[in-house]
């Protein structure tokens, strides 16, 4: 593989990272992004995959409806 960058970027890595770190440097930058890729595109595949027609038990009022669901559990202490 070939990559090319700008001599600003490369300073600037150079600067973050020492200059013989960079490839794993680059090789983190990359494995993130490519985590931010996929994460992205789950979201992009899921939207609109949930029913909105449903009703939820916390639509009305999500704060009274975690109230409730807390005074409803038996391990809750005080």
């Given at each position: 593989?070939?990559?090319?960058?700008?001599?600003?970027?490369?300073?600037?890595?150079?600067?973050?990272?020492?200059?013989?770190?960079?490839s794993?440097f680059?090789?983190?930058?990359?494995v993130?992004?490519?985590?931010d890729?996929?994460?992205?595109?789950?979201?992009?595949?899921?939207?609109?995959?949930l029913?909105?027609?449903?009703?939820?038990?916390?639509?009305?009022?999500a704060?009274?409806?975690?109230?409730?669901?807390?005074?409803?559990?038996?391990?809750r202490?005080?």
């Amino acid at each position: 593989m070939h990559i090319e960058l700008d001599d600003d970027v490369v300073r600037e890595v150079d600067r973050l990272a020492g200059p013989r770190e960079r490839s794993a440097f680059v090789r983190r930058a990359v494995v993130q992004a490519l985590d931010d890729a996929r994460r992205a595109e789950a979201l992009r595949q899921s939207a609109g995959s949930l029913d909105q027609a449903v009703a939820h038990a916390w639509d009305d009022d999500a704060a009274a409806w975690v109230r409730q669901t807390r005074r409803a559990d038996e391990r809750r202490t005080g």
